[in-house]
C-alpha cells in the first residue's frame, strides 16, 4: 500500500475534521500531494495540494478558507484539517501522489498517477 488515507467520519454541519494520508515507498518523496474528493453521481473534484520542496499550497474556491492541507516529510503524512464542514462537503475523500515537476495541471486527476482507497465524510445538516 503506498497511500493510507484515514480520519474520515460522521460529522454535523459547521464541525471539524481532520483527515490523514500515510505515504510509503516511494510514493513518500513525491512532488505534489492531494486531497480530491467525490460525492455520489459527480466527478472526482480537486480540494487541496501541497508541494513538498517548499510547502506551497493549492485550493479550490468551494473549501479555500475553511480547509487547510499540511505536510509532515518526517512522518511522511499528508493531512487535511477540514473547518466549518458543510452538508456539501459529504463526500469520499481521496489523497493522491504525483512526482511531475511543478505544473499548472495539479488540480486535475489525470496529473496523479498514485491514489489512497479513500475515506468517507458525511456530513449531516
Known amino acids: 500500500v503506498q497511500l493510507q488515507a484515514s480520519g474520515g467520519g460522521l460529522v454535523q454541519a459547521g464541525g471539524s475534521l481532520r483527515l490523514s494520508c500515510l505515504a510509503s515507498g516511494r510514493t513518500a518523496s513525491s512532488y505534489y500531494m492531494a486531497w480530491f474528493r467525490q460525492a455520489p453521481g459527480k466527478e472526482r473534484e480537486f480540494v487541496a495540494a501541497?508541494?513538498?520542496?517548499?510547502?506551497?499550497?493549492y485550493y479550490s474556491d468551494s473549501v479555500k478558507g475553511r480547509f487547510t492541507i499540511s505536510r509532515d516529510n518526517a512522518r511522511n503524512t499528508v493531512y487535511l484539517q477540514m473547518n466549518s464542514l458543510k452538508p456539501e462537503d459529504t463526500a469520499v475523500y481521496y489523497c493522491?501522489?504525483?512526482?511531475?515537476?511543478?505544473?499548472?495541471?495539479?488540480?486535475?486527476?489525470?496529473?496523479?498517477?498514485?491514489w489512497g482507497q479513500g475515506t468517507q465524510v458525511t456530513v449531516s445538516s
Open positions: 493522491a501522489a504525483s512526482g511531475r515537476f511543478p505544473s499548472s495541471d495539479y488540480w486535475s486527476p489525470s496529473f496523479y498517477g498514485v
Open positions: 501541497i508541494v513538498r520542496n517548499d510547502g506551497s499550497t
